[in-house]
C-alpha cells in the first residue's frame, strides 16, 4: 500500500478532508492501516504545492479515521 496522506476532518458535505503527501487520482479508493477500504477520492483541491482530497466515506464510521494516514492500492498514474 502507498501512503498517500491524512484525514484531517469530516465537512457538513459528509466528505472527509485529507491532505496529500504523494500523488493520487480522482477514484482512488483510500485504506487505512489494516487495508480496510475508508474512502474513495472525488476531487483533489486546493494549490498544486500543497494538495487536499475531498472523499466520499465508503465505512459508517468515518470519523474514527480522522487524524489517522491512509493509501491506495492504486497502480494508476498521472497523464
Known amino acids: 500500500m502507498k501512503e498517500i496522506g491524512k484525514v484531517l476532518h469530516q465537512a457538513g458535505s459528509g466528505r472527509v478532508i485529507i491532505r496529500l503527501h504523494n500523488d493520487a ?3 482512488d479508493v483510500l485504506y487505512d492501516s489494516k487495508g480496510v477500504r475508508v474512502a474513495r477520492i472525488r476531487e483533489i483541491i486546493g494549490p498544486v504545492t ?5 472523499a466520499e466515506p465508503i465505512t459508517n464510521n468515518i470519523r474514527r479515521h480522522i487524524g489517522e494516514l491512509v493509501g491506495t492500492h492504486s497502480k494508476r498514474t498521472k497523464n
Not at 500543497?50 to 475531498?54: Q, T, V, W
Request: avoid cysteine; proline fraction near 12%.
Open 25 to 27: 487520482l480522482e477514484g
Open 50 to 54: 500543497a494538495p487536499y482530497a475531498s
